[in-house]
């Protein structure tokens, strides 16, 4: 059974900074590229960020690039979001997802969603 647990949102001034981790479960986390994903109130869910299963290939959203980073590390099965520079757009619930096809780059596509972790930025 899949099974992606995020943590580490919470309240942030403009300007500062969160790292999110998720950790994976019930897969062989390091056959499967994943991604970040946000949803703010009354809209609809967008791609952040996602990286391939051996962290050659990135990719994000032009909203984030140079201000977020997308990480992971096999060995503990956890996926993670450095997030610099934050702006109160970036406010929405923040969500670690496995993108469907083993081995594959990074896209915005998945078949299994953790349950979210809230980022507030505001001052």
């Known amino acids: 059974q899949v099974q992606l647990v995020e943590s580490g949102g919470g309240l942030a001034q403009p300007g500062g900074s969160l790292r999110l981790s998720c950790v994976a479960s019930g897969f062989a986390f390091d056959n499967y590229g994943m991604a970040w994903a946000r949803q703010a109130p009354g809209k609809e869910r967008e791609f952040v960020a996602g990286i391939s299963y051996l962290s050659g290939r990135l990719l994000y959203s032009d909203s984030v690039k140079g201000r977020f980073t997308i990480s992971r590390d096999n060995a503990k099965n956890t996926l993670y979001l450095q997030m610099n520079s934050l702006k109160p757009e970036d406010t929405a619930m923040y969500y670690c997802?496995?993108?469907?096809?083993?081995?594959?780059?990074?896209?915005?596509?998945?078949?299994?969603w953790g349950q979210g972790t809230q980022v507030t930025v505001s001052s």
């Open positions: 997802a496995r993108i469907p096809t083993p081995k594959s780059a990074p896209r915005a596509d998945y078949d299994h």
